[in-house]
């Protein structure tokens, strides 16, 4: 089976705060349904109270990223479903509880993972 990337951006979600708590019923609501249905690899959102660092090939650990990883965040959620179909449809399933578009990505296969 493949795995699928299905995530959205920091921002994307606009809806009005009070909302928040229905949203959130909504997504975890979703991500059961995945674990429930066997495809949950795993999920969650980036710590945005935790600085990213950059670590290079001698070890050292230096205080930025690169650049055009300044804005990454939001949420996602790795899926291992057996066809693009079934990942289209879980990526809806998400985009209707978050009330914003996903995206979705196919990782490339890899024998060790």
């Known amino acids: 089976m493949t795995k699928y990337l299905i995530s959205f951006p920091d921002g994307a979600m606009t809806f009005p705060e009070a909302d928040l708590p229905d949203v959130a019923d ?19 959102g980036l710590d945005f109270t935790v600085k990213p660092v950059r670590v290079a090939e001698d070890g050292t650990v230096t205080n930025d990223t690169y650049p055009k990883t300044k804005d990454l965040g939001g ?10 179909d079934e990942a289209v449809d879980w990526a809806h399933r998400i985009a209707v509880a ?10 490339m296969y890899d024998p060790m993972s």
Not at 98 to 107: A, G, T
């Open 26 to 44: 909504a997504a975890h609501a979703v991500i059961q349904a995945t674990k429930d249905a066997g495809v949950y690899v795993f999920g969650g």
């Open 75 to 84: 949420g996602f959620l790795v899926l291992e479903v057996p066809t693009r």
């Open 98 to 107: 978050c009330r914003c578009s996903q995206e979705l990505r196919e990782f």
